[in-house]
């Protein structure tokens, strides 16, 4: 009884989901003399570890995540003939960069950024039946937009205010030249193209 050892008493396992009989395998491997014989020893650690996880074979790179969790669970001292460069110990704790994060100022959150770029876009185009069907599309989606934003209340005239603005007053639209599609229309499939054709025709006028 004397001899049961507990696992409070084991080596800390580096990896533990491949178990302490992995773990006692990569130290043996370490000790053994014969380059031939420990490369032998090494590669049928890693079939038995690829065996483990027999569902993870299709992954990218499978070996050579195989090959990079021997040499983290012999602390990197086992010095045999990898088939793959594998991490470094001094890479292994790194933290990664700092994501870079977009410092560009939105005016309207709830309307987005992209579609802020989309009415300068608009801003460039020629006047004619093309540009009236994109600020069309784009005052639409503005007043849905703004309807997910607070959802009981939305007035055109504040969506026609915000398009000037967004426009850098470019864009001039008011109730009497266009009518955007109503609350309870917002959702329909056809709202869009219905308001194409309807915009288009008030500003041919």
């Given at each position: 009884m004397n001899d049961i050892k507990y696992?409070?008493?084991?080596?800390?396992l580096v990896l533990p989901d491949y178990g302490r009989n992995i773990q006692n395998m990569v130290n043996y491997c370490k000790t053994v003399e014969d380059r031939g014989e420990r490369n032998r020893c090494a590669n049928t650690i890693i079939n038995i570890m690829g065996n483990m996880f027999p569902h993870l074979r299709d992954v990218n790179d499978f070996k050579h995540i195989l090959w990079d969790h021997l040499a983290i669970m012999s602390n990197f001292e086992l010095d045999v003939d990898y088939p793959?460069?594998?991490v470094k110990k001094e890479n292994l704790y790194m933290r990664p960069p700092r994501l870079a994060y977009s410092n560009s100022n939105i005016s309207y959150r709830h309307y987005g950024k992209m579609l802020e770029q989309m009415i300068l876009k608009a801003n460039k185009l020629e006047e004619g039946n093309e540009k009236d069907m994109l600020v069309g599309l784009l005052a639409n989606h503005m007043k849905k937009s703004f309807m997910m934003w607070n959802k009981d209340t939305v007035d055109d005239r504040k969506i026609l205010k915000d398009l000037y603005e967004l426009s850098d007053g470019k864009i001039v639209l008011n109730e009497d030249s266009c009518k955007l599609v109503e609350k309870k229309d917002?959702?329909?499939h056809n709202s869009s193209n219905n308001f194409k054709k309807q915009f288009v025709?008030?500003?041919s006028r």
């Open positions: 696992n409070t008493e084991n080596e800390r793959y460069e594998t917002i959702q329909s025709r008030k500003s």
